[in-house]
């Protein structure tokens, strides 16, 4: 039977007891990074726009999206441009960050693109970082990226912080945005970063910082310097259905062993993922089956056992719920309930103690 799930009140410290132990960390979908960036149906719309820009496109794409996943409906856009990979990669940029360009001016856009292809904290001044922050506030204030963004930086400030973070998203704007927080909030001249940005196998990670690991890849940004050292990796996206089915079907991945190192050794907690995702789902399964079996090899009981944390909105009624904490259970999921996606900064700051 799967375990009831938390709430703001019963899941006070439940991460923060992990500090010391096993530690805790984070792993984010897209969900956070809305309305900054636009949802699936949003992306594949403007992609489609390209070849039938027209009243019907709507009703089109509603009915597509009812018989076929939005990566397989990205492959199709891939095939009807017949674009080179680097060609196509700056076409799903495009759309992707579109709407957030357009919301800024072209010297906003400077210190957005910089925030977001930095790779230490002294590519912007102090100020900048501010403006940053000001810029998402003023514009995006209901985003969930910046409540998790805050909590973040406050536990890296606290000495209770994740001990890596996952991302399935393509863009990195929960790490620009928690970079603002440490460089506004912690008012020293001595600017470290806090984060190694991990897009490949080969990534420069060391102990003395943070893993951000880029699980799909990462999207160049538009406007931005392009050089050697930039993050971007057009090489390793999982956007379309052919990336996705050649990482499902590969026995090894960079993108498997670095989610599967931390859901076997740490605590994780998922906020903005829809848990429909099969890779997820296969490797969660597959660390629980260890841990299961592993335990009960020393005759620990490991009936309901749960480590992970999933931050969900509550359904509208109590069996719902009841359905959706057996639907990962099996997984080592446990359900931490939100009334509302507001609730999350003060839920993160809960579960921290912070």
């Known amino acids: 039977m799967a375990k009831t799930g938390l709430n703001l009140k019963t899941a006070r410290g439940c991460l923060r007891s992990k500090q010391g132990r096993t530690g805790w960390a984070m792993c984010v979908g897209a ?13 594949v719309h403007r992609l489609i726009q390209r070849f039938d820009d027209g009243p019907e496109v709507d009703e089109m794409l509603g009915r597509l999206s009812k018989s ?9 856009v891939c095939h009807r441009t017949e674009l080179t990979h680097d060609e196509f990669a700056s076409l799903l940029s495009g759309a992707l960050y579109f709407n957030l360009k357009s919301n800024a001016t072209a010297h906003e856009w400077k210190i957005i693109a910089t925030a977001l292809t930095s790779v230490s904290l002294t590519s912007l001044t102090e100020r900048q970082w501010g403006r940053l922050l000001n810029f998402f506030f003023e514009k995006y204030q209901s985003s969930s990226a910046l409540a998790v963004a805050e909590i973040l930086a406050n536990s890296i400030q606290r000495k209770v912080p994740p001990t890596a973070i996952l991302t399935f998203n393509a863009e990195a704007s929960l790490y620009a945005l928690t970079n603002a927080f440490l ?8 600017r470290q970063s806090v984060f190694d940005l991990a897009t490949r196998a080969i990534a420069n990670t060391t102990s003395v910082r943070i893993p951000f690991y880029f699980c799909h890849g990462l999207l160049p940004v538009p406007g931005s310097a392009t050089h050697k050292l930039s993050p971007a990796t057009v090489d390793k996206l999982v956007f379309s259905e052919a990336e996705y089915l050649t990482l499902a079907n590969s026995s090894f991945s960079w993108q498997s062993t670095a989610f599967l190192n931390t859901a076997m050794t740490r605590s994780i907690v998922f906020i903005g993922l829809s848990f429909n995702d099969p890779n997820l789902r296969r490797w969660l399964s597959w660390v629980h089956l260890n841990r299961q079996n592993e335990l009960s090899g020393i005759g620990v009981k490991t009936q309901d056992i749960s480590v992970h944390y999933w931050l969900r909105v509550r359904p509208e009624s109590e069996t719902e719920e009841k359905w959706i904490e057996s639907s990962v259970a099996h997984l080592g999921v446990r359900l931490v309930w939100l009334d509302d996606w507001t609730d999350i ?4 700051s809960a579960m921290l103690c912070l």
């Open 31 to 43: 969900g956070i990074s809305l309305p900054i960036f636009p949802s699936w149906h949003e992306l």
């Open 68 to 76: 076929f996943s939005y990566d397989t409906l990205i492959q199709a």
């Open 183 to 190: 460089v506004v909030n912690r008012k020293h001249t001595k």
């Open 345 to 348: 900064r003060q839920t993160l």
